[in-house]
Structure formats: structure tokens, C-alpha cells
């Protein structure tokens, strides 16, 4: 199937090490959007990106998290100096529409479970 | 204040029963609305959305948005042992969607 994957699936870093997350989008989608998933809680919103460009990034938690999409389809997301409390799942979702469209459902990535001990 | 509101649950109900998950959201301009399903483990998956006020069925599935109250839920007719999962509801604003904490619902055979 032509879905959204991410790699890796799961990580273990120990803190103050940096970790580097990968999404390939479902081909063709213009919108990609990285968020953090706490146990117990809801999806929480990183940033997106509408083809290349990066649109919002006001949920990135600090300057230690950076993303990128340099051509347009597969996504970076750097975390440097890992923190315990960075241990989450990140999930990548991707969409055919930019996020100006108010239909724009979004397929979600089987996320990467990151351990930072 | 979280921007959208959900029960955590957990929600129980018998097998063949009506569940009713219910969301409020804070942004009085927000348009669009959606239903997701995460089972455990697993990344979300799209039940379906609604735009307009009213309700919305397909299939065993029922969305019903109401603007003025800010306030949308999902109806779950004849509930399975399968649709034991957790549900999240999701309110799309410009550029991001932001979620609730999602309500967990608990089918019994």
C-alpha cells in the first residue's frame, strides 16, 4: 500500500544524544504535519509544511526541534540533545490538500516511539 | 483550558448499544471537525468529518455538529466489540488540527 511510513518504528537514545525521524508522505500530498503523541493524551501539533515551505512551526517545543521537507515529499524531524521528556510518540500525517482547505483529511504515519533514558 | 474538550472516559457500553462520545472546542471560528479512531497502539485513523450543523451519518455512524454550542459529537449505533478503541476528536483551524485527549470506549459482548 501507498501509505504514510515513518522510520524508524522505535528509538532509544540516551539523553543529550541527537535523533533523527523520517516520514515519506503519501506521494502526491502536498501538506505534511509532524506531531507529539504523550501517552494517555491527544495528538499534540508540531509544525507543518505545505509543499517545501515550512508554514508553522509553533509547536515545536524548543530550539532543540527542527524540521524539514527540502524537496517537497519526505520530512525530517532533527531533535538534538535529547531530554527525557521528549520521550513520546511522533507521528507524521500527510494530506492531498493545503491546510486552507477546510476537508483536508489527514493520513496518519504508524508514528516512531521515541525512549530517551 | 484545553482548545478541545473530550471525557477521557472510559466510556463502557454493551455490545449492540448506542455510545455517545461527545467533543467541545473553545475557537468559536473553527470550520471543520473531525472524528479519529486509535486503537492501542496504533496511529489515528479518519472515522469521518462534518462542516455544516446538523448531523452527518454513514453508516453505523453518526457526527453532530452544533456551532452556536461549540460542540460536536459522534453516535455509535449498534456497537461492536471491534470499535472498542479510543476517539479522538479534531477541530481544524488555519495550518493545524488540534486535538482532544480523546475518549476511551470499552464495547462488552
Known amino acids: 500500500g501507498a501509505g504514510v511510513s515513518q522510520s524508524p518504528r522505535y528509538k532509544v537514545a540516551k539523553r543529550g544524544q541527537d535523533v533523527a525521524l523520517r516520514c515519506d508522505p503519501i506521494?502526491?500530498?502536498?501538506?505534511l504535519f509532524w506531531y507529539q503523541q504523550a501517552l494517555g493524551q491527544g495528538p499534540e501539533f508540531l509544525t507543518y509544511?505545505?509543499?517545501?515551505?515550512?508554514?508553522?512551526k509553533s509547536g515545536l517545543p524548543s530550539d532543540r526541534f527542527f524540521a524539514e521537507r527540502p524537496e517537497g515529499s519526505v520530512s525530517t524531524l532533527k531533535i538534538q540533545r535529547t531530554q527525557q521528556e521528549d520521550s513520546a510518540v511522533y507521528l507524521c500525517?500527510?494530506?492531498?490538500?493545503?491546510?486552507?482547505?477546510?476537508?483536508?483529511?489527514?493520513?496518519f504515519g504508524p508514528g516512531t516511539r521515541l525512549t530517551v533514558l | 483550558q484545553k482548545e478541545v474538550e473530550q471525557n477521557s472516559g472510559p466510556l463502557s457500553v454493551p455490545e449492540g448499544a448506542i455510545a455517545s462520545l461527545n467533543c467541545t472546542y473553545s475557537?468559536?471560528?473553527?470550520?471543520?471537525f473531525f472524528w479519529y479512531r486509535q486503537y492501542s497502539g496504533k496511529s489515528p485513523e479518519l472515522i469521518m468529518f462534518?462542516?455544516?450543523?446538523g448531523d452527518k451519518e454513514d453508516g453505523r455512524f453518526t457526527a453532530q455538529l452544533n456551532k452556536a454550542s461549540q460542540y460536536v459529537s459522534l453516535l455509535i449505533r449498534d456497537s461492536q466489540p471491534s470499535d472498542s478503541a479510543t476517539y479522538l476528536c479534531?477541530?481544524?483551524?488555519?495550518?493545524?488540527?488540534?486535538f482532544g485527549d480523546g475518549t476511551t470506549l470499552t464495547v462488552k459482548p
Open positions: 500525517a500527510s494530506s492531498l490538500y493545503g491546510a486552507s482547505n477546510n476537508y483536508n483529511e489527514q493520513f
Open positions: 506521494s502526491g500530498h502536498v501538506s
Open positions: 509544511f505545505q509543499n517545501e515551505a515550512q508554514l508553522d
Open positions: 475557537d468559536r471560528g473553527s470550520q471543520s
Open positions: 462534518i462542516y455544516s450543523n
Open positions: 479534531a477541530v481544524n483551524g488555519w495550518e493545524k488540527s488540534t
